[in-house]
């Protein structure tokens, strides 16, 4: 894949690794915020629904007291009975008599007729309420009156909501669901909606959050009575805030350690080391051949092994990967695949020229291990070549390297192989280091090719190079010849081998071939 896409990948998932948990932890604020708020809600309604359920049950036990004893209404048995039903009941302000709307007495003093009105509300079993009324025992403070079957409970209908809510601004109201309107029983708040009085099975409960508040409604299961409680939803807000104090960092701790294994992991999976395993694997190696000519005839008679890496966006050059395959201890996999495709090409150029020789780089592990020394038997082996058609090319360094490469690079010239010291002249390369090495042939690196018939300092090096290997009788290629002059130049001062762009490009097996038929005829027609 190439390079961009996949960091744009990388980003991407490293991105959402590091937000969803700062989301999760963001919605987790908000998740149990609400959960707090219902639960706050729902038990403020319950509170509530029990105090109201409580109310009934005790004016229900107080009428039936007064029923079963059957006194004259008002009489001061029948007060003194009040009286003593009112101290038993927490809930209620008194109990009384009514008759036509008329509050006849109470147990805590009134003993004139009080005029109630119509009632403010009927329900269907024939219970009526008169709202606020201004009785005598505290006429500054308004009760409600509930009467039944002749006999009046005086409630305080704030009694039910003294309940301690989360602020001033939530609502609170006890209805009667079969009432038509559902009719408020008590109310504390002026913001209700009538969507909110639907009413709900008898016995259940449920919060919904509508038009910015939390409303939570319980309906009682044996009166007919129910609560509805309404939150603004800015005290969720409130909450989210307090809650993702504690949440965020820990999102953000755990967003920022999934990012880090994530990128790691990515960076593992795209690791040289990884690309290149899978690169071996996928075939994505592979090698061109850059003709090597005899500089008096123009006759190919070899050619240098260069390695390829295909990828999907452009071919990698081995400037790039070589390095980083020896640091990380994988260039012998790439020699050994190097090897194995020329063995694979081999034959087809000794079909034309029998003689012909591919140079193969070598690398400094490659020269340190004795395994070297099998693989290029089995290398002979499978190419059916003669070790001749082969030249092991390694740079100064590669030959310096540790104490087994001499005995390493006697072995392979026993075996028949010619050895190259590469880049010659790059390095420190001195004609004692020279003189210490076995060696076959010198590569004139194509930075002191270049400077032939210029006037840079340096132009005078490769005479020196082309001497020093005379006088150790080393065989040499000039690398990077791009012109004509330069060609004629290293001819003169008897270099007889050249390669360079001035001969050919690295190029495949078939352009090889075919280079190497056309030089090989020519010279013939040359020669008749
Ligand atoms: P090198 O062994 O010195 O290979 C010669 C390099 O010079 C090649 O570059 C070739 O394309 C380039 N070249 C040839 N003629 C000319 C020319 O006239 N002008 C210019 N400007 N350049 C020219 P390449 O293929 O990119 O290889 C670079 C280096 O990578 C090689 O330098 C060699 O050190 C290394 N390499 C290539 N293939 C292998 C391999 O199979 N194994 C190992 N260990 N190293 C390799
Ligand atoms: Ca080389
Ligand atoms: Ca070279």
């Given at each position: ?230 939150t603004p939803q800015s005290y969720i807000y409130r909450r989210v805030g307090r809650f993702a104090v504690f949440f965020i ?103 034309i020229d029998p003689e012909f020789c591919v140079a193969v780089n070598f690398s400094a592990a490659d020269l340190s291990d ?23 090319e390694a740079t100064e360094r590669a030959f310096l390297q540790s104490p087994e490469t001499a005995e390493i690079l006697d ?118």
């Amino acid at each position: 894949m190439p390079n961009k896409p996949r960091v744009g990948i990388a980003l991407f998932i490293a991105s959402v690794a590091f937000l969803a948990p700062v989301l999760a932890s963001a919605y987790l604020a908000w998740w149990e915020s609400c959960a707090t708020e219902k639960a706050l809600s729902l038990n403020n309604a319950q509170d509530i629904l029990r105090r109201s359920e409580e109310t009934s049950s005790q004016f229900k036990d107080a009428a039936q007291r007064l029923t079963q004893a059957d006194l004259p209404p008002c009489s001061p048995q029948d007060l003194k009975l009040m009286r003593q039903v009112d101290l038993g009941s927490s809930y209620m302000k008194a109990v009384g008599r009514v008759a036509h709307d008329t509050l006849l007495c109470t147990s805590q003093g009134v003993t004139n007729p009080v005029f109630l009105g119509k009632p403010d509300l009927v329900t269907e079993h024939g219970v009526s309420t008169y709202f606020q009324k201004n009785l005598a025992a505290q006429p500054s403070h308004p009760l409600d009156v509930i009467a039944v079957g002749g006999f009046a409970m005086i409630v305080d209908p704030n009694l039910a909501f003294d309940i301690s809510t989360e602020g001033p601004d939530v609502e609170l109201a006890v209805f009667v669901p079969s009432a038509p309107n559902h009719d408020l029983v008590a109310a504390q708040g002026q913001n209700f909606l009538s969507e909110w009085f639907e009413p709900i099975d008898p016995g259940s409960q449920s919060t919904i959050l509508n038009n910015g508040c939390l409303v939570s409604r319980v309906r009682s299961a044996q009166w007919d009575l129910a609560v509805v409680v309404a939150t603004p939803q800015s005290y969720i807000y409130r909450r989210v805030g307090r809650f993702a104090v504690f949440f965020i960092p820990i999102g953000v701790l755990c967003g920022a350690i999934l990012c880090l294994s994530v990128s790691l992991l990515t960076r593992m999976h795209s690791s040289f080391p990884t690309m290149l395993r899978r690169a071996l694997k996928d075939g994505s190696l592979y090698v061109l051949y850059q003709p090597v000519v005899e500089l008096e005839t123009r006759r190919v008679i070899g050619a240098e092994a260069l390695v390829r890496w295909r990828s999907r966006s452009a071919d990698m050059r081995p400037d790039y990967f070589i390095p980083q395959a020896e640091q990380c201890g994988m260039i012998q996999l790439i020699t050994a695949r190097v090897l194995e495709l020329v063995a694979r090409d081999l034959p087809r150029f000794l079909k034309i020229d029998p003689e012909f020789c591919v140079a193969v780089n070598f690398s400094a592990a490659d020269l340190s291990d004795n395994r070297t020394v099998d693989a290029m038997e089995q290398f002979l082996r499978v190419s059916g070549a003669r070790p001749e058609n082969v030249e092991i090319e390694a740079t100064e360094r590669a030959f310096l390297q540790s104490p087994e490469t001499a005995e390493i690079l006697d072995a392979l010239r026993a075996q028949g192989f010619s050895v190259a010291i590469d880049d010659f002249g790059t390095g420190y390369s001195s004609l004692s280091c020279l003189q210490s090495l076995s060696l076959d042939t010198l590569k004139i690196d194509r930075t002191f090719v270049e400077t032939i018939n210029t006037d840079g300092a340096t132009s005078q090096v490769v005479l020196h190079i082309i001497e020093m290997a005379h006088s150790l009788h080393l065989e040499m290629v000039a690398e990077g010849v791009e012109t004509e002059p330069q060609a004629h130049y290293l001819l003169n001062h008897g270099v007889r081998y050249a390669q360079g762009w001035h001969f050919g490009r690295p190029m495949d097996i078939g352009h090889l071939c075919e280079q190497i038929h056309v030089t090989a005829a020519y010279e013939e027609v040359a020669c008749v």
